[in-house]
């Protein structure tokens, strides 16, 4: 079963943060609209595909062209985010996260992440694999809060190909400051959030990470769980380190997360002990620039886009086949936008 995970983050509005969104009344529909191209294979939220500020589509294109292909189990999961989709989904309530610049961020994230763990435990028993992604607006930077707060030090990855590393750890000293956490306390050992991963998403994090951790936990027991996606997911396996999870994590993510230079995915990955799956997509040959430009660092990964990939390997679809698939979905949906 393939399970996406919606959200926000108030991180979102900050200027020159996030790249999921033309601009950053756009970012309210990002979630929506992925959500539903997922299902439909069209956006009924708002009329035109998510894209970039610089036009480069979502990679939810590649989720859909997995999901078609492979012919998975697919459900939406929605958890704080500012809008409903237009698709059948299961609602965990919740608010969209705060800014932790101006307060704690996700004030619920214990009872969010104790109904997700039951809902993990409902679900695993319908299916011995569960492949969990994620589309949240700004989420890199509550993921890399997070981590920090962990006492995980490392850059998260960015869907520009211009991380705007400078500006997350400007956020991350003003958090710090904020919420008077000391160079000496947040260490993995013995820092104020050791063993206390949802403290640290209670002050720093977005919805999704509590959702996905709580669904995670419930799952382990009767299921392999594959998190779908970057760096984002390692925040949600440092949350289940610090909630006792000692057992095997594995993250499913594409070739532009692990090349991205301007992150430390595979250092973050082996110090949370984590098996990281990487799926060698290559768009270079692609007709279309808002395909190609992938190889040059832009979107990278997002809505499971490379778990969906590794699902679909698993059930014997090649990568190529998939890569395929989602370039004719992204070719009718311009033609539908120029008609």
């Known amino acids: 079963m393939f399970l996406l995970c919606i959200a926000n983050t108030e991180l979102s509005k900050i200027p020159n943060l996030s790249a999921a969104g033309e601009n950053p009344e756009a970012i309210r529909y990002t979630v929506p609209s992925d ?11 708002a009329s035109i595909l998510p894209l ?11 989720t859909r ?30 608010s969209p996260g705060s800014n932790p610049l101006e307060k704690p961020a996700v ?37 890399f809060l997070v981590l920090k707060a962990l ?49 640290a998403v209670t002050l720093l994090g977005d919805p999704m990470q509590a959702t996905v951790a709580g669904m995670a936990m419930g799952s ?3 299921s392999r769980v594959i998190l779908a996606g970057g760096t984002q997911m390692l925040a949600v396996a440092a949350v289940l380190r610090h909630e006792g999870y000692d057992g095997d994590i594995e993250i499913a993510t594409t070739k532009y997360i692990a090349l991205d230079k301007s ?4 250092s973050l990955a082996e110090n949370l002990r984590v098996k990281a799956h990487v799926v060698p997509m290559d768009l270079s040959g692609s007709a279309y620039k808002g395909l190609s430009d992938y190889e040059k660092g ?15 390997n698993h059930l014997g679809v090649p990568t190529e086949v998939v890569v395929n698939a989602a370039e004719q979905i992204y070719a009718n949906l311009l033609e539908g936008i120029s008609s």
């Open 35 to 45: 959500a539903e191209l997922l299902f439909w294979g069209k956006c009924l939220t």
């Open 298 to 312: 832009y979107v990278k990964e997002g809505v499971g886009a490379g778990g969906a990939l590794w699902y679909a």
């Open 107 to 143: 004030e619920e994230a214990k009872r969010i992440y104790s109904w997700a763990k039951a809902l993990g435990d409902h679900l695993s028993s319908l299916d011995s694999l569960m492949v969990i992604g994620e589309s949240v607006p700004g989420g890199t930077t509550s993921a």
């Open 151 to 199: 006492g995980y030090d490392g850059m998260v990855s960015s869907a520009s190909p211009n991380n705007p590393s400078n500006l997350k750890i400007k956020i991350w000293e003003s958090c710090r400051k904020r919420y008077n956490i000391t160079e000496e306390r947040y260490n993995i050992t013995e820092g104020t959030f050791c063993n206390k991963g949802l403290d």
């Open 52 to 62: 970039d500020p610089e036009g480069h589509p979502t990679p939810a294109i590649f």
């Open 263 to 266: 992150a430390h995915f595979a």
């Open 220 to 222: 382990f027991n009767k």
């Open 65 to 94: 062209a997995a999901y078609i292909m492979a012919n998975f189990p697919v459900m939406v999961v929605r958890t704080g985010s500012f809008l409903p989709p237009a698709c059948p989904y299961i609602e965990i309530p919740s």
